[in-house]
């Protein structure tokens, strides 16, 4: 469907003008509806702009209220009108995290920002341009036919942790028919001017694919600015930034350095130093509680910028609940934070709803964590599983066990892959479950136990024995104790060993038994 080329300028913002169902393959789980929405917002010029968003509604009954909603402020995409999240879908990780707030029963209402599918031009970092968008999505979202509460928060990641910071600015006042409660910014650049000069302080470094994209925005918010500095390479970086996704500036970057395209020391040009500094988020008092997630590893947002922003706005009076992980990097701060983030806002909100079952046996499944089953989720089984027991991956073992996993993912996708996508989503893979036979399915699974059996059976006795199987599962990190009690639930004749039979009923009941206690759980979670 094609946006309008303006807006009726008597709308009010957050006017929904009208809607559609999102395709499938952009739908989060746990969504029991999913909208493309267009929306009336206000441009950062001040005049009325149309904008586009997602909207999905959890499943499950709503409380009496409505629906709690988190309007989400998405990370970078790239600057073009494809790269628009409800055009193209979110980046896989901020699917998996909407789906878990979708989980805990809120409804979830995401922007695009004014600029991106849209006409008129997107003013990256431009906060203050863009709060209104994520603010008058939830407006939008309320005016469909699904019961939503007027309490929400906003959360954001990346570009969009920065998004949220400044909608935290206006929320309160911009929209008081709302109950704004509250703010969650995971791995925010706060700073941009010192994020860019860390990232490019080292001249041999390659170059970090977001300076490129924040170089094209700077044209995007002042057309006088110039980049003169950049030598042809850089500059050829900075155009393809304008045009293509972050994906595709990712791979571009990495093929250059800081010194070769010219952006080494970039904050030392006085007019970038400028005007990244008027990128920064303003220290003061936020009148509704923060909640700052920051990642050890961040390769993008130093962790010591979050950490001070932290200590300025509490020192200037904000409630701030900052929480540190060290391990996690800029993306998987979404899934690391999630839980802390999920509980501070439940604190907040007072909404505690029971989170929806989940489908453990799909979910552990998909290893690539696409929504869908694939032939590469079982390549993936089976290198990790060889490889975790030192086995070379084109050793004799190695490659019954691989053989085994392709054998069995060629079974299910024959009985289940009704579209012949050659992948199996969740609808399919929950209807060949409900079955009454797997033929073709069960006869794989003989060899397929057989050759895992093989790769720990070192005496071949054709069984594996209690130590080896201890010795097995602590070479996986299985701590001892669930070690036992995972034999003793394979030992179904508690005979001291466990033969194939007992592998092939595990995996069985694994794939076609929803109860998460049984133990083939451990023979695919674990790997």
Not at 66 to 87: C, E, F, N
Not at 122 to 128: L, M, S, V
Not at 236 to 243: G, I, N, T
Not at 433 to 455: E, K, M, N, Q, W
Request: charged fraction near 25%.
């Amino acid at each position: 469907m094609t946006a309008p080329s303006g807006t009726e300028p008597a709308r009010r913002p957050g006017a929904l003008i009208r809607a559609h169902p999102l395709a499938a393959r952009f739908r989060p789980d746990h969504a029991e509806a999913a909208y493309r929405v267009f929306y009336q917002g206000v441009g950062h010029d001040g005049r009325g702009r149309l904008v586009t968003g997602s909207v999905f509604i959890p499943e499950g009954t709503p409380p009496a209220a409505g629906w709690p909603v988190i309007s989400y402020a998405h990370g970078t995409t790239g600057l073009s009108d494809r790269t628009a999240p409800s055009r193209t879908g979110l980046l896989r990780l901020e699917r998996v995290h909407i789906a878990a707030w979708l989980a805990a029963g809120y409804a979830v209402a995401a922007t695009d920002y004014e600029g991106l599918a849209t006409p008129g031009p997107h003013p990256y970092f431009n906060g203050e341009a863009v709060a209104d968008d994520v603010i008058d999505v939830v407006r939008a979202a309320r005016r469909l036919d699904h019961p939503l509460d007027r309490r929400w928060l906003v959360a954001g990641f990346s570009q969009g942790g920065h998004a949220a910071l400044f909608t935290a600015l206006i929320a309160t006042d911009y929209a008081p028919e709302l109950d704004f409660l509250g703010t969650i910014a995971l791995a925010p650049p706060v700073h941009l001017l010192r994020v860019i000069a860390t990232r490019t302080s080292d001249a041999s470094a390659a170059v970090c694919p977001f300076v490129p994209i924040v170089l094209a925005g700077m044209r995007t918010r002042y057309p006088d600015f110039t980049h003169d500095f950049l030598t042809e390479r850089g500059t050829a970086l900075v155009d393809l930034a304008e045009r293509v996704s972050l994906v595709e500036v990712f791979r571009a970057a990495r093929k250059t350095t800081n010194d070769e395209t010219g952006m080494t020391d970039l904050t030392r040009h006085l007019h970038v130093e400028r005007v990244l500094d008027e990128c920064r988020v303003p220290v003061t008092r936020l009148d509704r509680p923060v909640f700052l997630g920051a990642g050890g590893n961040d390769e993008v947002v130093p962790l010591t910028v979050v950490h001070d922003f932290a200590d300025d706005i509490a020192a200037a009076g904000s409630a701030v609940h900052l929480t540190t992980y060290p391990d996690a990097d800029h993306g998987s701060i979404l899934t690391e934070a999630h839980a802390d983030a999920a509980s501070w806002a439940a604190g907040i909100t007072g909404h505690h709803a029971d989170p929806v079952a989940p489908s453990p046996r799909f979910d552990l499944l998909d290893a690539t964590g696409d929504g869908y089953l694939r032939r590469d989720d079982y390549e993936v089984f089976a290198l990790r599983l060889v490889q975790s027991f030192g086995h070379p991956p084109r050793s004799a073992a190695a490659m019954a066990v691989r053989s085994g996993y392709r054998a069995l993912w060629r079974a299910l996708a024959a009985e289940s892959d009704t579209d012949r996508d050659g992948r199996v989503d969740k609808s399919e893979f929950l209807a060949w479950v409900g079955r009454a036979t797997h033929t073709a399915f069960d006869r794989t699974l003989r060899p397929l136990a057989t050759a895992v059996l093989a790769l720990v059976d070192t005496d071949g006795t054709g069984v594996v024995e209690r130590d080896e199987l201890l010795t097995l599962v602590d070479r996986c990190g299985l701590p001892e104790a669930d070690a036992r009690t995972l034999f003793d639930r394979l030992d179904a004749n508690h005979l001291g060993t466990v033969e194939t039979e007992e592998v092939v009923r595990a995996i069985r009941e694994f794939c076609l038994d929803p109860s998460p206690d049984k133990p083939g759980h451990w023979l695919f979670g674990r790997f």
